[in-house]
């Protein structure tokens, strides 16, 4: 399983964020996207995760377990906001998301309590999301990617509201995953304690996009 | 910036803001002229020509009555005839020709129903009566201003073009069924007894006028919209200078 | 997908008791009619069905702006947006859950306040039926202004402003089959058919814009 990225570049407004930038993973391999605030990371995952529309270029994945047309049918996309709804218990959002996601071919997702062990949070999924802490909530959207199987994953700031047990944490849920052949897209300002890892510096701004106005 | 951005190289040149800008540089006056021109000979030929036996003097509001319906659901079929190019060619003027023409068409619309309803006085001898015909004008109306309300609740012109588009195609599709259900509410509540000036009972010494000013009123359309395509394309430059303005007094501090 | 059906219905049981909130206006709006035109008893069972009929239709619309605005301020909406699965179908099975959160209840109230109207059996089971068939369709088509203006802070009573146009028919022929079944010349089926064919096309319409005007929103 490869990803391929192909001169992609991405606008807001009449800005160039990037321009022309181009990688290649393969399964088993992780990028660090690195860069100051408003640098484009989080553009660039959107892009990829398909919620932006590239200005040109492709993201592909190629030689995966089961031909996807979208990259984004095959990843899971960690934002800044956790996808969890407040009024409902954990459990009720982790087997919500599980069933509705599914998993994908070449891999099966933990239960939900499984998962939430993972995180190091097991035996409060009956509580309401919105009762958690502001880090627990961030793990509870972690263990999001642990119920249902992709082999991408598209992390925008993943550890930002967390504590330095909780990274470590991470880093091994991160580890595992790529262990599984798994590949992971990581924006971060912090290094994530992983070993190996491609870096991808992003440096923001590279100009003004000629509008047609 | 040496390469062109991707964007552009999918528009044809024809079509390209500057170019667009050029042409009507040179076409708007002469449609102008002609507008007024055509303004002459159809007001000069609806005052001329003779009272309707039965409604008098009245019937003169017809020449203005009539052609601002015309044009109130011709403005939207050239709205969605525009959504259609912003979301199916992503062709930028597509937004700015639907953007320029929905307070024209709210324009038209008004006209129709202030004619219509000083028409309708002396003839039916109230201002306003729940018609079929009037009823889904006012309707059409609702939705130019709703449309307009949408556009200026949203700050990127692109976003509120793509928004914009979609509403409109679904007004679109919705216009003959509220046309048809407001028929059938009509003749259910009450059976429409006024008398109509359309079908082919027409009298040829009303119908030349009337043509003309049909035709007066659609150039008077196309140089408006023309015109105000320009002012929205000037605007937007106008805003895309400002930020550069703005960004390279950033880069200077 | 049912999974998305019994979350959404499950979330609007608990937040804040959305679905009664509906019922509830719905009720003070027919509560409020009396004081407006008089208790007149005749006038009322006269107007009773177009009036259950207006306060079903404004009631629908109500918290309809949140439908995918929750899903967007929470970031979910990201990922409905990124499945396989067809949005359409995502849109529609939220519609779905929608409507039977805070559109049921509302045909459900709808023959105790015909009873305040002093309507007969006949048009209460008549206004019951024809809401129960056009109130999806107010669903369906105002979703597609909820996608609209779901970028949009407040975006409630724009989505209001730009639906209710567009819902005229659905209210058109949801009181003249009423009427049709009420008075006796005229034919109860045709409307009523009709209705039913409006909620199927809204069905449709309503879906495929809300969808694309999903994606073209997400930035």
């Given at each position: 399983?490869?990803?391929?990225?192909?001169?992609?570049?991405?606008?807001?407004?009449?800005?160039?964020?990037?321009?022309?930038?181009?990688?290649e993973i393969?399964?088993?391999?992780?990028?660090?996207v690195?860069?100051?605030?408003?640098?484009?990371?989080?553009t660039?995952?959107?892009?990829l995760?398909?919620?932006l529309?590239?200005?040109?270029?492709?993201?592909?994945?190629?030689?995966?377990?089961?031909?996807?047309?979208?990259?984004?049918e095959?990843?899971?996309?960690?934002?800044h906001r956790?996808?969890?709804?407040r009024?409902?218990?954990v459990?009720?959002?982790?087997?919500?998301?599980?069933a509705?996601?599914?998993?994908?071919?070449?891999?099966?997702?933990?239960?939900?309590?499984?998962?939430?062990?993972?995180?190091?949070?097991?035996?409060?999924?009956?509580?309401?999301?919105g009762?958690?802490s502001?880090?627990?909530?961030?793990?509870?959207?972690?263990?999001k990617?642990l119920?249902?199987w992709?082999?991408?994953?598209?992390?925008?700031?993943p550890?930002?509201?967390?504590?330095?047990?909780?990274?470590?944490?991470?880093?091994?849920?991160?580890?595992?995953?790529l262990?599984?052949?798994?590949?992971?897209?990581?924006?971060?300002?912090?290094p994530?304690?992983?070993?190996?890892?491609r870096?991808l510096?992003?440096t923001?701004?590279?100009g003004v996009?000629?509008?047609?106005? | 910036?040496?390469e062109?951005s991707l964007?552009?190289?999918?528009?044809?040149?024809?079509?390209?803001?500057?170019?667009?800008?050029?042409?009507?540089?040179?076409?708007w006056?002469?449609l102008?002229?002609l507008?007024v021109?055509?303004?002459?000979?159809?007001?000069?030929?609806?005052?001329?020509s003779?009272?309707?036996y039965?409604q008098?003097q009245t019937?003169?509001i017809m020449?203005?009555?009539?052609?601002?319906?015309?044009?109130?659901m011709m403005?939207?079929?050239?709205?969605?005839?525009?959504?259609?190019?912003?979301?199916?060619?992503?062709?930028?003027?597509?937004?700015?020709?639907?953007?320029?023409?929905?307070?024209?068409?709210?324009?038209?619309?008004?006209?129709?129903?202030?004619?219509?309803?000083?028409?309708?006085k002396?003839?039916?001898?109230?201002?306003?009566v729940?018609?079929?015909?009037?009823?889904?004008?006012?309707?059409?109306?609702?939705?130019?201003?709703?449309?307009i309300?949408?556009?200026?609740?949203m700050?990127d012109?692109?976003?509120?073009?793509?928004?914009s588009?979609?509403?409109?195609l679904?007004?679109?599709v919705?216009?003959?069924?509220?046309?048809?259900s407001?028929?059938?509410?009509n003749t259910?509540?009450?059976p429409?007894?006024?008398?109509?000036?359309?079908?082919?009972?027409i009298?040829?010494?009303?119908?030349?006028?009337?043509?003309?000013?049909?035709v007066a009123?659609?150039?008077l359309?196309?140089?408006?919209?023309?015109?105000?395509?320009r002012?929205?394309?000037l605007?937007?430059?106008?805003?895309?200078?400002?930020?550069?303005?703005?960004?390279?007094?950033?880069?200077a501090a | 997908m049912?999974?998305?059906?019994?979350r959404?219905?499950?979330l609007?049981?608990?937040?804040?008791?959305?679905?009664?909130?509906?019922v509830?206006?719905?009720?003070t709006v027919?509560?409020?009619?009396?004081f407006?035109?008089?208790?007149?008893?005749?006038?009322?069972?006269?107007?009773?069905?177009a009036?259950?009929?207006?306060?079903?239709?404004?009631?629908?619309?109500?918290?309809?702006?949140?439908?995918?605005?929750a899903?967007?301020?929470?970031?979910?909406?990201?990922l409905?947006?990124?499945?396989?699965?067809?949005l359409?179908?995502?849109?529609?099975i939220?519609?779905?859950?929608h409507?039977?959160?805070t559109?049921?209840?509302l045909?459900i109230?709808?023959?105790?306040?015909?009873?305040f109207?002093?309507?007969d059996?006949?048009?209460?089971?008549a206004?019951?039926?024809?809401?129960?068939?056009?109130?999806?369709?107010?669903?369906f088509?105002?979703?597609?202004?909820?996608?609209?203006?779901?970028?949009?802070?407040?975006?409630?009573l724009?989505?209001s402003?730009?639906?209710?146009?567009?819902a005229?028919?659905?209210l058109?022929?949801?009181?003249?089959?009423?009427y049709?079944a009420?008075?006796?010349?005229?034919?109860?089926?045709?409307p009523?058919?009709?209705?039913?064919?409006l909620?199927?096309?809204f069905?449709v319409?309503?879906?495929?814009?809300?969808a694309a005007?999903?994606?073209?929103?997400s930035?």
């Amino acid at each position: 399983m490869r990803l391929v990225a192909e001169g992609l570049s991405a606008r807001r407004g009449e800005d160039l964020i990037f321009r022309d930038i181009s990688f290649e993973i393969a399964g088993g391999e992780a990028l660090i996207v690195t860069g100051a605030n408003g640098s484009g990371k989080s553009t660039l995952l959107r892009v990829l995760a398909g919620l932006l529309a590239a200005e040109a270029g492709t993201a592909r994945l190629l030689a995966a377990a089961q031909p996807v047309e979208r990259l984004a049918e095959a990843a899971h996309y960690l934002g800044h906001r956790n996808a969890m709804k407040r009024e409902l218990t954990v459990d009720e959002n982790l087997t919500f998301w599980k069933a509705f996601l599914g998993d994908f071919a070449g891999g099966a997702g933990l239960s939900v309590d499984e998962a939430a062990d993972r995180v190091g949070l097991g035996g409060i999924v009956h509580l309401p999301f919105g009762t958690l802490s502001a880090g627990q909530q961030r793990r509870m959207a972690m263990a999001k990617l642990l119920v249902a199987w992709r082999p991408v994953w598209i992390l925008d700031e993943p550890t930002a509201a967390l504590d330095v047990a909780a990274e470590s944490m991470f880093a091994g849920l991160v580890t595992a995953h790529l262990s599984r052949g798994g590949i992971a897209i990581a924006a971060t300002h912090q290094p994530l304690g992983l070993d190996g890892v491609r870096e991808l510096r992003m440096t923001g701004f590279t100009g003004v996009a000629e509008t047609v106005w | 910036m040496s390469e062109p951005s991707l964007a552009i190289r999918k528009f044809s040149d024809l079509a390209n803001p500057t170019r667009f800008l050029a042409l009507v540089a040179i076409v708007w006056p002469w449609l102008a002229a002609l507008t007024v021109c055509l303004f002459a000979v159809g007001l000069y030929l609806s005052f001329a020509s003779v009272d309707d036996y039965q409604q008098g003097q009245t019937v003169r509001i017809m020449y203005v009555h009539v052609p601002a319906a015309w044009l109130s659901m011709m403005c939207y079929t050239v709205m969605a005839l525009s959504a259609l190019g912003t979301l199916v060619w992503r062709h930028p003027l597509a937004d700015v020709s639907a953007k320029a023409a929905a307070p024209l068409g709210a324009g038209f619309t008004l006209v129709a129903l202030i004619t219509g309803s000083l028409w309708g006085k002396p003839m039916w001898g109230t201002w306003w009566v729940w018609d079929a015909r009037l009823t889904s004008v006012f309707v059409l109306f609702l939705m130019y201003l709703g449309l307009i309300a949408l556009n200026r609740a949203m700050d990127d012109p692109t976003r509120a073009a793509k928004a914009s588009a979609i509403l409109i195609l679904v007004g679109f599709v919705n216009i003959p069924i509220i046309k048809f259900s407001v028929e059938w509410w009509n003749t259910l509540h009450q059976p429409a007894s006024v008398m109509r000036m359309d079908g082919p009972t027409i009298d040829p010494a009303f119908l030349w006028p009337l043509l003309i000013m049909a035709v007066a009123f659609t150039m008077l359309f196309f140089t408006l919209h023309i015109l105000a395509m320009r002012n929205e394309i000037l605007r937007r430059r106008i805003a895309v200078l400002r930020r550069h303005a703005a960004r390279s007094a950033g880069e200077a501090a | 997908m049912i999974a998305l059906l019994a979350r959404d219905l499950k979330l609007s049981m608990r937040a804040g008791g959305g679905a009664l909130i509906g019922v509830l206006f719905f009720m003070t709006v027919v509560a409020v009619i009396p004081f407006g035109v008089g208790p007149d008893l005749n006038l009322l069972a006269r107007i009773g069905p177009a009036i259950l009929w207006i306060g079903a239709l404004l009631a629908s619309l109500l918290g309809l702006d949140r439908l995918f605005q929750a899903e967007r301020e929470d970031g979910s909406l990201d990922l409905l947006l990124m499945q396989e699965t067809p949005l359409v179908l995502t849109v529609f099975i939220k519609c779905l859950a929608h409507w039977l959160a805070t559109g049921l209840p509302l045909v459900i109230a709808s023959p105790l306040l015909g009873l305040f109207m002093n309507m007969d059996e006949v048009a209460i089971g008549a206004t019951t039926l024809t809401l129960l068939v056009g109130t999806p369709a107010i669903t369906f088509i105002g979703a597609a202004g909820a996608g609209i203006a779901v970028a949009l802070p407040r975006g409630g009573l724009l989505v209001s402003i730009l639906v209710l146009p567009l819902a005229i028919p659905v209210l058109i022929f949801g009181v003249s089959a009423v009427y049709a079944a009420i008075q006796d010349p005229a034919p109860f089926l045709p409307p009523f058919l009709i209705l039913v064919a409006l909620n199927l096309f809204f069905a449709v319409i309503g879906p495929v814009a809300a969808a694309a005007a999903l994606r073209l929103s997400s930035d």
